[in-house]
C-alpha cells in the first residue's frame, strides 16, 4: 500500500492498538492531549490502561497516571 498508493478502507472494529514495550513512544490520539508524543512508562492490563510521560507537545513534562489503550498508539 506504501508502494503503489492505494486507499485501504478497513472498519473500526478491525483495528486494534499497538502498544509498545515500557520505555518506547507513543503518540495521544485522542482526549486534551492529543497530537502529543509520550514516553509509556507502565501498562496496566487489569485497567486496560497506560502511564506516559508527555514529551513533545504542549504539554511537556506531564505525567498521565491512567490514559487508556484506545487513547495511544505505538509510534514507527
Known amino acids: 500500500?506504501?508502494?503503489n498508493k492505494?486507499?485501504?478502507r478497513v472498519d473500526?472494529?478491525?483495528l486494534?492498538?499497538?502498544?509498545?514495550q515500557s520505555g518506547g513512544l507513543v503518540?495521544?490520539?485522542n482526549g486534551a492531549y492529543r497530537c502529543s508524543n509520550a514516553r509509556l512508562m507502565?501498562?496496566?492490563t487489569d485497567k486496560f490502561c497506560a502511564k506516559v510521560k508527555i514529551e513533545k507537545g504542549v504539554y511537556d513534562g506531564r505525567v498521565r497516571n491512567a490514559?487508556?489503550?484506545e487513547d495511544i498508539c505505538k509510534l514507527a
Open 27 to 29: 503518540r495521544i490520539v
Open 1 to 3: 500500500m506504501l508502494d
Open 12 to 14: 473500526q472494529d478491525e
Open 67 to 69: 490514559i487508556d489503550y
Open 6 to 8: 492505494h486507499v485501504l
Open 42 to 44: 507502565r501498562v496496566d
Open 16 to 20: 486494534e492498538t499497538v502498544i509498545p
